[in-house]
Structure formats: C-alpha cells, structure tokens
C-alpha cells in the first residue's frame, strides 16, 4: 500500500473522507503486476479503481497455494532429515 493524493477526476472522494492523503494500491503497480481482475476502468479505457473486495478474494486464493506449497516442502525437509 501506498500513500497518494487521488487525481483531480477523483478529489472530491478524498474530501469527502475529510483525509489528506489516502492509503492504498496504486492501480498502475496492479497493472505491472499481471493482477488486473480487481482492476475497473473508465469509459476512455483507463485504469480508474480497484474492487477492493475481489481483490481480497483474489488475494486469499494466492495464500492458499502458497500454505500448499510450504506443507509440501516441509514434508520433503521431513523426508530429508529422517534419512
């Protein structure tokens, strides 16, 4: 997460929260990432918001393949020592 002032289009939000910065991810860096199924755009085609929601969703799934993988090496580290 990042700390950002949002952009013109979008500073009444930021106001209406009465903050001076905002906290969050910055939708470009997502984008770098290959992670744009949370991603919305404008109707110019524009990276414009993140469903914050899916994204936790989508987060959580990552999480569980790697808990799989870490079980997984830890029963081959398991193997390894008792030989």
Known sequence: PKK???KNSK???QQEANKEYV???I???LMELGFDQP???SEEGEPDSI????MSMLVLELVK???SEIDALK???DKLESN
């Open 11 to 13: 500073k009444h939000l």
């Open 51 to 54: 469903n914050y929601g899916l």
């Open 75 to 77: 029963e081959k580290i």
């Open 23 to 25: 906290y969050g991810y």
């Open 65 to 67: 393949e790697q808990q």
């Open 39 to 41: 991603i919305g755009f």
């Open 4 to 6: 950002y002032i949002y």
């Open 27 to 29: 939708v470009e860096d």
